[in-house]
């Protein structure tokens, strides 16, 4: 799905069109998009540029622009299971400000992953995550955060990027959940648009990126699902 969109995406289409090619896609398929009508989210696709945290709803009026940063995630039901992932989609030359987020939040979601150990912690992943993005001079979302999943969309535990080294959940063999930070250029913190209920955006109106890998502890290591 991501490598069909990767394909296609380019400046002057607009976020419903992405939000066609992920419906025709996955349909064809036989799958299902996971976000059409959950918990009343109108479309198949989250799109969300720029100072967009996440759940941007796709729009014909929203065109992408040179210069945009977008996230595009991806969520699909396949027999019964759930996969979820996300990737930025950089649209023409873009500034050095956002060159450099995406390639901090790519190297954090790396870090996350590296740190992910059968009988480790959640909290070992969340720390390696927050120590890059702070030492980088960027912030990581604090109230929203990745999920287990598998059966559902979003199942316990609730993955929080900014917990310390050691807590959180035991990592057991089988655990399938996301690495997902959202990592803001300012502030943490946000606001929820007050039309559509959904969209997020940073308080402070800097930049943010986010990149989500759907992963499953091993016996021995960790395996990448979906990124
Ligand atoms: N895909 C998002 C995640 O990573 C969830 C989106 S919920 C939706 O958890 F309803 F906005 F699609
Ligand atoms: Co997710």
């Known amino acids: 799905m991501l490598d069909a969109v990767a394909e296609q995406i380019h400046i002057g289409m607009s976020t419903e069109e992405i939000d066609k090619i992920v419906y025709d896609v996955t349909t064809k398929n036989g799958g299902i998009p996971a976000p059409l009508h959950y918990q009343g989210f109108p479309k198949s696709v989250c799109t969300s540029l720029n100072n967009e945290i996440c759940h941007g709803i796709p729009d014909k009026n929203i065109i992408l622009q040179e210069g945009d940063i977008i996230n595009v995630d991806v969520s699909t039901i396949l027999n019964g299971y759930f996969s979820d992932a996300s990737r930025m989609f ?56 990745g999920h287990g999943i598998g059966l559902q969309f979003h199942e316990d535990p609730f993955v929080s990027y900014i917990t310390p080294k050691g807590s959180e ?46 992963v499953m502890i091993t016996e021995d290591g960790v395996e990448v699902l979906a990124k």
């Open 90 to 145: 950089k649209m023409g030359k873009i500034s050095e400000r956002a060159e450099r987020i995406i390639k901090v939040t790519e190297e954090c979601v790396e870090l996350g992953l590296a740190a992910a150990k059968p009988w480790g912690h959640l909290g070992d992943i969340a720390d390696a995550i927050n120590t890059h993005a702070r030492a980088n001079g960027y912030s990581v979302v604090e109230e929203i955060g």
């Open 169 to 214: 959940m035991l990592l057991v063999p089988g655990m399938m959940f996301t690495i997902e930070p959202m990592i803001n250029e300012g502030s943490p913190d946000f606001f929820i648009d007050e039309k559509n209920d959904w969209t997020v955006y940073t308080i402070d109106d800097g930049l943010s990126a986010q990149i989500e890998y759907m």
